[in-house]
């Protein structure tokens, strides 16, 4: 990335390359995923979740939502640039988040206060009328509360039950990829980890109580492992 015309330096931040394996790799159980498009880096260790729309990106995978929300790391969520208001058919994200969407993608809004929604499917995003963010325009009109940026409003794609806020845990991400993000993001081909392992606690992100639950996982001390 470019800082200018003029002569610099930048000391960035030092990649801190930590070990996710305890057992033996080739003893865990993986399985090859497709990763969708415009959820940039995704690191290692990280949460992961399944899209369940009924068509758009049905059946690849994003990163796994947390419970609690701001979470360690969010790229899971595309936070709106404006409230919703009440029954609301468009919302507005930014340009580069408004690329974690394909048309078809059902989509679930919520924020820290209000109860989260299913608005079904996308039926179109229009990235052109504004050049400061993009509008989503959904099937289902959203209820009578209008979800608001004060209260970290956002949207995402189905990707779980409504009881853990339309995002379950499937995996846990064996090797850093990048997604991409904006307009020339292409998404990512990566290696799920399901089971049979022990996993370092401090490498995982988003492990949140309801994640463990989801992939059946435990902990001991420092280690994680799922069965």
Same mark, same amino acid.
């Not at 997604?179 to 081909?189: F, K, P, R, V």
């Given at each position: 990335m470019a800082h200018g015309d003029t002569p610099y330096v930048v000391y960035g931040e030092q990649s801190d390359y930590?070990?996710?394996y305890y057992s033996d790799p080739e003893a865990a159980l993986k399985v090859p995923i497709t990763l969708m498009a415009g959820y940039g880096k995704i690191e290692q260790g990280t949460t992961i979740a399944q899209n369940l729309s009924a068509a758009g990106g049905d059946g690849k995978h994003v990163p796994y939502a947390a419970t609690t929300f701001p979470a360690d790391v969010d790229n899971a969520r595309a936070y709106l640039v404006a409230d919703s208001g009440t029954t609301a058919t468009i919302l507005y994200v930014s340009i580069d988040d408004s690329y974690k969407f394909a048309v078809g993608d059902d989509v679930i809004i919520n924020d820290n206060t209000t109860g989260a929604e299913n608005l079904g499917a996308i039926t179109a995003i229009d990235r052109t009328t504004q050049t400061f963010r993009a509008a989503i325009t959904v099937t289902t009109a959203t209820g009578g509360t209008s979800f608001t940026t004060a209260r970290y409003a956002h949207i995402l794609v189905e990707a779980g039950t409504a009881g853990n806020n339309y995002s379950d845990c499937v995996g846990i991400l064996e090797k850093t990829v990048n =997604? &991409? =993000? &904006?307009?020339?993001?292409? &998404?990512?081909?990566a290696t799920l980890i399901i089971g049979n392992c022990v996993l370092y606690t401090g490498t995982l992100t988003n492990l949140d109580a309801a994640a463990i639950t989801d992939i059946s996982a435990g902990s001991y001390g420092q280690y994680t492992y799922i069965r």
């Open positions: 930590k070990r996710l =997604t &991409g =993000t &904006g307009e020339n993001c292409q &998404g990512a081909i």
